[in-house]
């Protein structure tokens, strides 16, 4: 029996590295479920990048469809995003907010400024309070949020010309069909 128990314990880290594998190809593990799709998003009011002294909060939003999109001067997956949002920002019908996360101003400016703005409005979360309450776990992360307030959908990593054709834009063009 005791000559038996190497071999039982290979067969069982055998099928828990087959079921790993199994789960892998089954599963996106990219893909986090938000516990905050289909509630409202959180109460914000956050100063714009270009001027701190004018804001913006989620009362001045509602009545229209918003796509928020964590970004910051410092995180290279957002490099590879950013030409896709210069591409696609105009064409897809909802104001697209920037969202500078834990990022000096200027940084930020001067990020913008080398690599052009695709958003309609920026606004910065320096100390990454706000982001807490979206449950932001780095960036770029995404977030469509409909007309009364609630959040939609969410995207964690880069947006691919493939996920706005195939994720995003549907969902844009469901939420202005509900639109009074």
């Known amino acids: 029996m005791t000559r038996s128990l190497p071999l039982v314990g290979f067969l069982l880290l055998v099928a828990l ?3 790993g594998i199994w789960w892998n190809t089954q599963h996106d593990p990219r893909e986090v479920p938000s516990p905050l799709i289909g509630k409202p998003a959180p109460a914000f009011a956050l100063p714009h990048l270009d001027d701190p002294s004018r804001t913006l909060s989620k009362a001045s939003m509602l009545g229209r469809p918003y796509l928020v999109n964590v970004f ?8 590879d995003e ?12 909802v104001p697209l907010v920037g969202y500078d996360y834990k990022d000096e ?3 930020a400016k001067a990020w913008l400024a080398r690599h052009g703005n695709p958003y309609d409005m920026v606004v910065a979360d320096h100390e990454g309070r706000t982001a807490i309450d979206f ?14 307030g609630v959040i939609r959908y969410k995207h964690i990593g ?3 010309p493939e996920v706005i054709e195939r994720e995003l834009k549907p969902r844009i063009a469901e939420l202005q069909r509900e639109a009074p």
Do not use: N, R
């Not at 910051?72 to 490099?79: K, L, M, R, T, V």
């Not at 449950?135 to 009364?148: M, Q, R, T």
């Open 17 to 19: 590295f087959g079921f």
């Open 72 to 79: 910051a001067s410092w995180c290279i997956a957002c490099g």
């Open 82 to 93: 950013h030409p896709v949002l210069m591409a696609y920002a105009h064409k897809l019908g």
């Open 105 to 107: 101003p200027a940084d």
């Open 135 to 148: 449950g932001v776990y780095g960036a770029p992360e995404s977030f469509l949020i409909d007309a009364k």
């Open 158 to 160: 880069p947006f691919t």
